[in-house]
């Protein structure tokens, strides 16, 4: 599988996107998403070195952390244009140029203000006219400060097309760099975002002088379709976070959309700084500062992005990854793709996966523990290695065994003595038992007991989980000794009481094998 990204030779300027990260500022606006000034550190360290364009490290008058941490990122940023978020007024735009100075000539001031009739209005209580004088002045100010201004419109997508040409021109004129239009509540979509670019780059007759940006959010789930729209309308700078975190239903992920332009070329011939490699290493070191978990089928750096688990995309991907696989895993930091052993997987990726864990079995033993794995899958969500490892194990060593537990039902709670029902197959004959114990164990080994009389002592039981999680298969060992010899035996189950008997008797079909090679004897004799 090779990508579609244009080669060296083949870039162009005006094809050339800048990726804006907001990570840190519209990011951590999230609820629940505070980060400590360390983790703020990291994240903007990786950034830097993924080939992000413009980090946007905070919005500096806020707080004094919030200042100190958009500083510190300025004096230590290699290769990013480092950029802080105020408000067009005065203070903030003052404080936002003393956070960014140490960034030197890579330093940008950024500034926001609503542009539509509702925010203009409700928000700030200001006539449009008001709103271009206000942002006239903001960038003027900032322009004497640092020479990189950007200047937003917020809720641009709801904002009268007119007014916005006339506010673009004049912030333009007066300095600002790149001009950001963001769809602020997720309201628009595609064909309209493109339409608006469109529009206000052959309306505005300075519209050459400005990079135009997009900023798209995800209320109605478009915010990646909507930044790519955004490009076709002529804009190249993206503004995204890292998972696509933000205010309310969050951002345009960067993972998506770089990976739309990669993969999608054809489509979106445009290219970009960043290392593809590095997303999936991004994406976990944000969710760890942020404690917020990446969903599982998120695309690109969701656990599942990769995972397959029906049977016949198992098989196809086995043959062929680019089968089911669009990307090659590597391209975005994965070592590998996985498949995931369930209730819809086909024996192919079973036994694929047998093999990778070392096991040759033949024909009917495979039939046998693919059996065994589908009814697993039917009682626990996931199936992982030790689970496959635990059942093949058991059934190998449970081929010859004379005594196999058939059923098992057992009653237990606070008021004794718990009991328990049993059903053995032993040498083909089938035998029922119920017995009493002192709690549910007892029970069980008394039931045992009954069925198969013999003298063995246990020495030793021991149950630990197999892997995470609720439904965990259990893993019991069981010693008996008998004679002067201990047999020892495991077995694993999600049910802790099956995994016990199963356990038992393991050992006990040692003890009677054992007996046999020296003298044959019934089975319900030894003891």
């Keep these: 599988m090779t990508s579609t990204t244009p080669s060296v030779q083949d870039k162009s300027d005006k094809d050339r996107v800048f990726i804006f990260d907001t990570t840190l500022r519209d990011g951590e606006q999230c609820p629940g998403a505070t980060m400590t000034f360390e983790e703020k550190l990291e994240i903007a360290e990786m950034l830097d070195d993924m080939g992000v364009d413009i980090i946007e490290a905070g919005f500096p008058i806020s707080s004094e952390g919030d200042f100190e ?62 709103v271009i004088d206000a942002s006239v002045a903001g960038v003027t100010r900032a322009r004497n400060m640092v020479s990189n201004v950007e200047w937003s419109a917020e809720d641009a997508t709801r904002s009268d097309i007119d007014f916005l040409c006339r506010i673009t021109e004049a912030v333009i004129k007066a300095g600002a760099t790149t001009v950001n239009l963001p769809d602020t509540v997720g309201y628009t979509t595609p064909e309209e975002y493109t339409r608006m670019f469109r529009a206000i780059r052959e309306r505005v007759p300075n519209s050459d002088q400005a990079i135009f940006s997009v900023h798209c959010h995800n209320d109605l789930g478009m915010a990646v ?90 098989d196809g991907v086995l043959k062929d990854a680019s089968t089911y696989e669009i990307m090659t895993p590597a391209s975005v930091g994965l070592k590998q793709s996985s498949i995931v052993l369930g209730k819809h997987s086909g024996r192919h990726a079973f036994i694929h996966r047998l093999e990778e864990l070392g096991y040759k079995l033949g024909k009917n033993q495979i039939e ?34 004379r005594i196999k537990l058939t059923s098992l039902t057992v009653i237990a709670g606070t008021h004794g003595p718990q009991r328990a ?78 995994a016990s008997a199963k356990a038992y008797l393991g050992a006990l079909n040692k003890i009677v094998m054992k007996r046999e090679r020296d003298m044959p004897v019934p089975v319900a004799a030894a003891s």
């Design 421 to 498: 029902t049993m059903k053995l197959n032993v040498d083909g004959v089938t035998k029922i038992e119920e017995a009493e114990g002192n709690g549910p164990v007892d029970a069980v080994f008394n039931c045992i007991k009954a069925l198969v009389p013999h003298e063995a002592k246990l020495e030793l039981y021991q149950v630990h989980a197999v892997t995470e999680g609720t439904d965990a298969q259990a893993e019991v060992s069981v010693r008996l000794a008998h004679e002067g010899r201990s047999m020892t035996s495991r077995a694993a189950d999600p049910d802790t009481l099956v």
């Design 225 to 314: 379709a909507n930044t790519l729209a955004g490009i076709d309308g002529g804009a190249r700078q993206i503004e995204c976070t890292i998972n696509g975190i933000g205010e309310r239903a969050g951002n345009a992920a960067l993972e998506e959309v770089v990976m739309a332009i990669n993969v999608r070329n054809d489509k979106f011939p445009y290219w970009n700084n960043i290392d593809p490699t590095m997303l999936t290493r991004a994406s976990k070191v944000v969710s760890a500062a942020t404690s917020f978990p990446v969903q599982y089928n998120k695309a690109i750096v969701g656990r599942n992005a990769f995972a397959h688990e029906s049977g016949i995309h198992q």
């Design 69 to 130: 941490a958009v500083h510190e990122i300025a004096k230590r940023s290699k290769k990013s244009v480092i950029a802080g978020l105020g408000r067009v007024n005065p203070k903030d735009i003052d404080r936002c140029a003393e956070a960014v100075k140490p960034a030197g000539d890579r330093a940008r001031v950024h500034m926001v203000i609503a542009t539509s009739p509702l925010h203009m209005r409700v928000k700030l209580n200001m006539t449009p006219e008001q």
């Design 368 to 401: 046998d523990a693919f059996i065994r794995m589908k009814a697993l899958a039917d009682r626990k969500k996931d199936i992982y290695d030790e689970d496959i490892e635990a059942l093949v194990d058991q059934e190998i060593v449970q081929a010859h065994d």
